[in-house]
């Protein structure tokens, strides 16, 4: 016989190879399909409801590992049970009609009870394809590459219910993917090592080489520190990124400094969090210096380095009554980092930024932490109002 191949590409689907083979002699002929692309980075369900004799005539892209159900009938084709097919809905049960058809002779000689249920299964099966009243039909692929056709693309379907999903250990064993046990250990190796990718220096532009490491602060959550070090100028600077989502509340973090060891405390300011220091009337807003992990002593001396690196603030160009005023606080704000008293307060809308407790498990007493409801502006400058995190898939999905 001869084999033939055709690559070819189903709209608003993908490219998937047709393989199509033809006896002269005794006539017999076979088809197949396999995807032309890789396994996907997700599962796919396809849940129909038939409700006319046209939805029997949708096109149909079944893999080989593709499970294919109706729950009216209690009926099931089992994954690697058959070849992968480009066909219709009525195509599969007509395939089904005949798998089951086959070996009916055999069974009416040696089980009589037994090929009479199958028949009886058998004419559901046909009676199914005049649709008489609607049924659910399902595709369900671990590997993603099966396809149900939605003759009003691109508008939606509503009959078509398209769901994404992450596989199972076991899907992905069967389908010869590396186990979820691996990956998770691949996972533990990248918190234990330090990545390293090129960049540009931000302050002379030469190339120079930035460090990134997930490092785990105890009580609170896991972060990415990156680090830039360049061999040309010298300029040396680090940005902290949280490794977890927006929280559902933000937080407000006060400490009443009492004593010079506070200022060892290791604190995390993401670039969401602002400053203020009430007894000086400081406030520094957020994105200001960016994320930082460093101590409340390191923190506020890049605030001083900010003040006075300002040209236009202590520089030839300022007034001289602001830059008296400037100078004040800077003596102000170093006797903070020596004896003064003062409250130090972080108030974070994403609710990423953290404070050490030094006496932790147990309570600090200078130290509160207070929980609360974002404003709709919060939420605004954080782009959680056009955010939609919930049904998102089905409703995206069933348009596609």
């Known amino acids: 016989g001869v084999t033939r191949l055709l690559l070819t590409r189903i709209p608003f689907f993908k490219e998937i190879i047709v393989s199509s083979f033809a006896c002269d002699s005794c006539s017999w002929s076979n088809t197949e399909i396999q995807s032309a692309g890789r396994i996907q980075e997700q599962g796919v369900r396809y ?23 109706i729950p009216e009938l209690d009926f099931e084709i089992p994954a690697f049970t058959q070849k992968g097919v480009l066909t219709t809905i009525e195509g599969i049960l007509d395939r089904a009609v005949a798998g089951l058809e086959q070996d009916q002779p055999l069974r009416r000689a040696t089980d009589e009870e037994v090929a009479n249920k199958i028949e009886e299964f058998i004419g559901k099966l046909k009676r199914l394809k005049e649709v008489q009243s609607s049924f659910t039909f399902i595709i369900d692929d671990p590997s993603g590459n099966s396809f149900v056709e939605n003759p009003r693309a691109p508008r939606r379907d509503d009959a078509l219910l398209v769901t994404r999903y992450r596989r199972t250990p076991q899907q992905a064993a069967m389908l010869g993917l590396e186990l979820e046990e691996k990956a998770a250990d691949s996972t533990e190796d990248l918190r234990n090592e330090v990545l390293q990718f090129n960049t540009n220096c931000p302050e002379c532009n030469a190339p120079a ?33 949280s490794g977890g989502a927006i929280e559902p509340q ?7 400094i009492t004593d010079p060891s506070d200022m060892t405390r ?14 000086l009337e400081f406030e520094l807003g957020m994105g200001a210096l960016g994320g930082k992990f460093t101590t409340l002593e390191g923190l506020l001396k890049d605030i001083r380095e900010l003040v006075e690196r300002n040209p236009f603030t202590l520089g030839d160009s300022s007034a001289p009554g602001k830059a008296e005023k400037l100078q004040e606080f800077l003596g102000k ?23 050490q407790n030094v006496y932790a498990p147990e309570e600090d007493p200078e130290l509160r932490v207070e929980r609360y409801q974002r404003t709709f502006e919060q939420n ?12 998102y898939e089905a409703g995206g999905a069933s348009g596609r």
Do not use: W
Request: proline share 3%; hydrophobic share 30%.
């Open 209 to 241: 080489n930035t460090n990134m490491k997930l490092v785990q602060i105890p009580h609170f959550k896991e972060v990415i520190i990156m680090a830039t070090n360049c061999d040309s100028c010298g300029h040396r600077t680090n940005e902290v990124k």
């Open 333 to 355: 704000l170093q006797e903070v980092e020596g004896k003064r008293k003062a409250h130090f307060i972080m108030d974070d809308p994403a609710g990423n930024s953290y404070l």
């Open 47 to 69: 849940t129909l409801t038939v409700t006319s004799r046209q939805d029997m005539n949708r096109e149909v892209v079944k893999t080989d590992c593709a499970t294919a159900r």
């Open 380 to 391: 605004e400058e954080l782009g959680l109002n056009d955010m939609k995190t919930e049904g």
């Open 250 to 256: 933000g937080t407000r973090i006060t400490l009443g």
């Open 266 to 279: 290791d604190i995390l300011k993401s670039e969401t969090c602002s400053v203020e220091i009430p007894e």
